[in-house]
Nanobody
Framework: EIHLVESGGGLVQPGGSLRLSCVAS????????MGWYRQVPGKRLEWVGS????????KYFPSVKGRFTISRDNAKNTVYLQMNSLQVEDTALYFC?????RGQGTQVTVSS
């Protein structure tokens, strides 16, 4: 059974940084592409970015490209989302994703 646990969220001021982590289990992590999504209450789920299984290929939603970086440590079954230059508009519940399965999410709030 796929199990994903996100952590690292919190309250940060505009311009600040956070690093989210997602620990995975229940599947062959090292061969699995992973994604990050976010959702604001009342709005649709939004794709943030993805990384391939090896970790040498990433894609990003245009509004986060250049500010967010996805990486992974296959030895730790963990995928990361480094978020820099955070904006109020980045406030959301963030999820990691494997083939449509997501964890409980971790809340990121950007506010002064």
């Amino acid at each position: 059974e796929i199990h994903l646990v996100e952590s690292g969220g919190g309250l940060v001021q505009p311009g600040g940084s956070l690093r989210l982590s997602c620990v995975a289990s229940g599947f062959d992590f090292s061969s699995a592409a992973m994604g990050w999504y976010r959702q604001v209450p009342g709005k649709r789920l939004e794709w943030v970015g993805s990384i391939n299984g090896v970790g040498n290929g990433t894609k990003y939603f245009p509004s986060v490209k250049g500010r967010f970086t996805i990486s992974r440590d296959n030895a730790k079954n963990t995928v990361y989302l480094q978020m820099n230059s955070l904006q109020v508009e980045d406030t959301a519940l963030y999820f990691c994703d494997r083939a449509g399965r997501r964890g409980q999410g971790t809340q990121v709030t950007v506010s002064s």
